[in-house]
């Protein structure tokens, strides 16, 4: 169930679920938007050789420059969806809270529910799909297009460049968690943990 709260502090505790004994905390840097920001350059660099493929493939420019800005607020606007489609991923059972911290200019899922390790990946790369929709549309659309393609071009390098946390969690999550065990969120961080013979979410 996705529970919208409005707009909360950055550090706000939701109500979360108990974690067992012998859950291990996973080691994240403390700032983590900052610690994520090389994850962005693979995505950026995919987004210019589109652009780049698309001048050298095009009579004319591709893009109406007088929409950039536009399509950069589609994509600033998509920011929510973003977080809707990480909430999405959980078990139908689960709550998620979901909103925004305007101090951060950002949006947020948070979820305590135990997912499996590739729950966990499914749920943080979704996104991307913001960012990869757009990019496909825009080396598909005819050379004549140029709005639709300043709407997309810009919204697609930002559908792919704001999930760089959740690309390092991926990454960090797959070396240092084991196959087979959960992956728990409490108000402190994220734990790992093998289940119980009863288990939980597989």
């Known amino acids: 169930m996705i529970q919208w709260v409005g707009c909360q502090k950055w550090d706000t505790d939701f109500p979360e679920l108990p974690l067992p004994a012998h859950a291990k905390r996973l080691d994240f840097p403390e700032h983590m938007l900052t610690a994520s920001l090389p994850y962005g350059i693979l995505p950026m660099l995919v987004c210019y050789a589109a652009l780049f493929g698309k001048i050298a493939a095009s009579p004319v420019f591709p893009l109406d420059r007088r929409f950039v800005p536009l399509g950069i607020l589609l994509g600033l606007l998509l920011i929510p969806v973003h977080e809707v489609l990480h909430a999405v991923c959980f078990p139908k059972a689960a709550t998620v809270y979901v909103g925004l911290a305007p101090e951060k200019l950002a949006a947020f899922a948070v979820c ?39 709407l997309c071009w810009p919204a697609a390098m930002i559908g792919l460049i704001s999930p760089c946390p959740d690309y390092m969690s991926v990454l960090r999550v797959l070396r240092h968690v084991p196959a087979g065990a959960l992956i728990q969120a409490s108000n402190s961080g994220w734990y790992w943990y093998f289940p119980d013979k009863k288990g939980a979410e597989a």
């Open 112 to 150: 305590f529910s135990p997912v499996s390790l590739g729950r966990f990946c499914v749920m943080s790369l979704l996104p991307a799909a913001l960012g990869l929709a757009p990019l496909a549309l825009f080396w598909l659309f005819p050379a004549g297009w140029g709005v639709a393609a300043a």
